[in-house]
């Protein structure tokens, strides 16, 4: 009961304005037929996520992979960003032409990154990384930030196409305004924390009465 009360209580935190947040999960193992390898487990995404909070104007970027980054393999992290104009249309010819974008995040395995010039250090956690990035580093060409366009390709270099292993999400992009759909789900969710509050209450004071 009380994780289901954190859960709608951080929804209610989302649902009043404060931060904007979306994930999408990937499924393991899912190489691009165009990746000429390793499949190193920490080139798989298994999950993707993007916050943007207003009260710091900060986006975090966050990813998951199929096993622990390791720095000693080759391989890196661009995270593609639509901030309105999104002119870069380069990856048709491998079955991923709605990834668009004018900027990109390159996120080293030992956490270094950098965007449009700007150093940021992403943290580095097992098989995770998260990396806050001011609004002043991407700003906006015609979107709102919480309407601006992510995804995520671990390549093993930046010389071709061949090199990308994956793309999070698969030929799309990824805002951190959830879709209708999700908003209805955690309002869903949060209707069932609601209701089975309630249910206890009636039946902690059916047993009072009893």
């Given amino acids: 009961m009380r994780?289901?009360?954190?859960?709608?209580?951080?929804?209610?935190?989302?649902?009043?304005?404060?931060?904007?947040?979306?994930?999408?999960?990937?499924?393991?193992?899912?190489?691009?037929?165009?990746?000429?390898?390793?499949?190193d487990p920490d080139l798989d995404v298994t999950s993707f996520t993007v916050n943007?909070?207003?009260?710091?104007?900060?986006?975090?970027?966050?990813a998951t992979f199929a096993g622990a980054i390791n720095a000693a393999k080759p391989g890196l992290y661009v995270v593609g960003v639509d901030t309105g104009t999104g002119p870069i249309r380069p990856f048709g010819g491998i079955g991923e032409p709605n990834v668009i974008f004018n900027q990109a995040l390159v996120i080293q395995k030992t956490g270094v990154g950098v965007v449009s010039g700007h150093p940021f250090t992403a943290t580095i956690t097992g098989d995770s990384?998260?990396?806050?990035?001011?609004?002043s580093f991407l700003p906006s060409t015609g979107f709102k930030p919480q309407h601006y366009g992510f995804n995520l390709w671990p390549r093993t270099g930046l010389g071709n196409s061949a090199q990308i292993a994956d793309f999070s999400p698969q030929n799309a992009?990824?805002?951190?305004?959830?879709e209708p759909a999700a908003w209805a789900l955690m309002l869903a969710g949060f209707g069932l924390a609601g209701a089975s509050l309630r249910?206890?209450?009636a039946l902690e004071a059916a047993a009072a009465d009893a």
């Avoid at 943007?52 to 966050?62: E, H, I, K, L, R």
């Fill in 199 to 201: 249910r206890r209450r």
């Fill in 129 to 135: 990384f998260t990396a806050l990035i001011p609004l």
């Fill in 52 to 62: 943007y909070d207003f009260g710091t104007s900060t986006f975090m970027v966050g």
């Fill in 3 to 39: 994780k289901l009360l954190l859960v709608a209580g951080a929804i209610l935190t989302l649902g009043a304005g404060a931060a904007h947040a979306n994930t999408v999960t990937d499924p393991t193992g899912d190489f691009l037929a165009s990746f000429a390898g390793p499949d």
């Fill in 173 to 178: 992009l990824l805002s951190p305004t959830p």
